[in-house]
């Protein structure tokens, strides 16, 4: 029957939706967790090589959810909204709350292994491991997306910003070059697991690859995904409103992305949502038939 097939059903609008109630709650989290007063709980549920020793194998993901100040909490729930509101919605609640998990698990156990026999008491906390994976996937599944930075005249490509803080990550861990307290092998780690996690649901029909990027000599965008593009439109045109059937072009899909970076997701209108979900199944089956 064709109503069995994946590409024939009429996409989840409870699966879309829960994208952005799973980034919402991983903020509230965040925020529930910071307010706690008891500092002992803060120490207890940090990553620390005595903690880990001592068979607390919990801090591993509790860590991730902790946080120091006002500022470092600030920081990273901000670009949680920012960059988690344009691709929670793309991958659905499920599969962003194991982004967000297998990112900062992974940048604590990288940091982990490098201090693991430090003489000096040693620990971790933040979400910017998870953070920072949340990042290298709107580079992978977006990357067209453009952001506005502060003392920086014009816009820049996702991608762009991913390389840079990736080699400024490395650098700074390689000269331990910054605040001694900042823990850039977190933020790798947190792009490794992400990348991992991203290329074993996508594989192929990921639309930017960085390894390839690096390997290849340039971008090369995969034409087989929903999420590819030819060509960046600073002021692409506007889906149309009694759009509803048929697949979702390439163009119809920058204008909604643009419009996400600008304004975030909860602008979109119920049209928009829905060419938005449909786009989303597109990039679904492509990975299927590979």
Known sequence: ??????????????DFESGRKVLLGLIIANIIMYLM??????????LSIHGLKSGQIYQLVTAMFMHGSFSHIF????????????????????????????????????WLLANFNSPQPAFLLGASGAVFG??????????????????????????????????????????RLGVNNIAHLAHLGGFIGAYVYLKFIFGRTIPWDPLRFISGGGQKLNSNSAYSRNEYRRNPEPPPRNASEGPVSQRELDALLDKISRTGINSLEPHEMERLRRAREQMQNNARKQ
């Open 37 to 46: 007063p008891s500092q002992e709980l803060t120490a207890s549920l940090a």
């Open 1 to 14: 029957m064709l109503n069995d097939r994946q590409y024939m059903r009429q996409p989840n609008a409870r």
């Open 75 to 110: 920081f990273n729930m901000w670009a949680l909204y920012i960059f988690g509101s344009i691709v929670a919605p793309i991958l659905g609640g499920n599969r962003f709350m194991a982004l967000y998990l297998i990112s900062g698990l992974t940048g604590n156990l990288l």
């Open 134 to 175: 949340v990042m290298l996937a709107v580079a992978m599944l977006t990357p067209q997306v453009r952001f506005m930075m502060l003392f920086f005249p014009t816009p820049v490509k996702v991608t762009t910003l991913i390389i840079v803080y990736a080699m400024i990550e490395i650098f700074s861990e390689l000269g």
